[in-house]
């Protein structure tokens, strides 16, 4: 799966999540912003090992804090999170 195919997955999950269009959902906007809580947080990373088939720990949710930083790290399409 792309970085691209997994920004836009998580931007229609979230914007469903947060009753909003995926337009309101700002790619690098630290997740916790936008209402992402622990809770939402297990099953977002239940979720996403589903549809990727990779399995995702809320750890690497949380090490990866925006839509932008995940999906980068999850598609194996850059550095590490806080590598710059």
Known sequence: ?????LMDWLRDYLADLLDVTPEQVGT????EYLGV???TTLVLS??????????TR????FDHPTIEQLATYLSGSGEPAGVR
């Open 1 to 5: 799966m792309t970085r691209q195919q």
């Open 28 to 31: 690098d906007i630290p997740l």
């Open 37 to 39: 809580d622990s809770a």
């Open 46 to 55: 239940a979720d996403l090992t589903a549809h990727t088939g990779r399995e």
């Open 58 to 61: 809320p750890a690497e949710i």
